[in-house]
């Protein structure tokens, strides 16, 4: 059992920046692939970015250049560093992870909301 906990989320003006946490229980953190979510209303849940254990990284086009992922092993958290936030960005943003995503492990997930 994994229970992952988001933080970091807020009210941003277009162009501001956010960083995301997901603190994860359990040991086998560092083996997992960790995602970033998000969830606009109306809308279905989509994958905003992914780290393997191998730090390799995956983003949806349209956060590139924008958004970094990152873990910290040692402290069993996944980032998410969010710049040149745009309104489009406003969702519920949630951490998923596991040997594969989407997973079974969910976090309560966080509001990020950009607006002026």
């Known amino acids: 059992q994994v229970q992952l906990v988001e933080s970091g989320g807020g009210l941003v003006q277009p162009g501001g920046s956010l960083r995301l946490s997901c603190a994860a229980s359990g040991s086998a953190f560092s083996i997992y692939t960790m995602g970033w979510y998000r969830q606009a209303p109306g809308e279905q849940r989509e994958l905003v970015a992914a780290i393997t254990s191998g730090g390799a990284t995956h983003y949806r086009d349209s956060v590139k250049g924008r958004f970094t992922i990152s873990r910290d092993n040692a402290k069993n958290t996944v980032y998410l560093q969010m710049n040149g936030l745009k309104p489009e960005d406003t969702a519920v943003y949630f951490c998923?992870?596991?040997?594969?995503?989407?997973?079974?492990?969910w976090g309560q997930g966080t509001q990020v909301t950009v607006s002026s």
């Open positions: 998923s992870g596991g040997l594969l995503l989407p997973s079974n492990y």
